[in-house]
């Protein structure tokens, strides 16, 4: 029997790297075409396994949707930390944070349109909606807080409410968006002079 020396990581198992070829499918098949033309079939040949093996890893296509969006929730939290962590209006933070969202909306956007799509009549992926919803609003509402007590902000709506406005102005920004980097400039004028007023943003149209 194979031992592993003390002190070293066991690698991914045959099993850990099927589930990770079945979800690297997914996201190739989505680039090309809607959630609901894939198959089962397809994420199966793509992972290289057989259809009944799928079902041992995953008990639907929506499930694979599902572990995908978590995937991409732990993305978004990451990269929007020093804009949410932060104070006052910094435009390098917050730009960084809005290019990260939009290059993901390039790259997975037919998944994520599909998903807001199907929120609606899907409690799982409505789940997922609705707790990064909350997790970006509360994080928001904390910072709007944080800077107006410090007199960086001036007041207005409640923090939450405000935050709210913000998380669905992205939202509906890049999902109709044939180019999601290219609203990045207006979006990073627009939330500043939502939070902050008439901040003079560098660069930004008059």
Not at 25 to 53: F, H, M, Q, V, Y
Not at 184 to 203: K, N, Q, S
Request: include cysteine; proline fraction near 8%; charged fraction near 25%.
């Amino acid at each position: 029997m194979t031992t592993v020396p003390a002190g070293r990581r066991r690698g991914p198992s045959k099993g850990d790297l099927r589930e990770r070829a079945i979800l690297e499918t997914a996201r190739e098949l989505l680039s090309g075409k809607p959630l609901a033309d894939i198959t089962i079939d397809e994420l199966a040949a793509g992972a290289r396994i057989s259809r009944s093996s799928f079902y041992f890893y995953f008990e639907s296509k929506l499930a694979v949707v599902v572990a995908l969006l978590r995937g991409l929730a732990g993305e978004l939290g990451r990269d929007a930390e020093p804009w949410l962590a932060g104070t006052g209006p910094d435009v390098p933070a917050l730009r960084a944070s809005l290019v990260a969202l939009a290059t993901l909306w390039r790259d997975q956007g037919r998944l994520l349109a599909g998903a807001l799509a199907a929120a609606p009549g899907c409690p799982p992926i409505a789940e997922w909606r609705a707790g990064l919803r909350e997790a970006h609003v509360a994080r928001l509402a904390a910072r709007i807080e944080r800077d107006r007590a410090a007199g960086l902000a001036p007041d207005g709506p409640a923090p939450r409410v405000l935050a709210a406005l913000v998380d669905d102005l992205r939202t509906a920004a890049f999902a109709a968006a044939p180019d999601p980097e290219a609203l990045v400039d207006d979006l990073v004028t627009v939330e500043l002079r939502m939070l902050y007023g008439d901040f003079p943003v560098p660069g930004s149209r008059p």
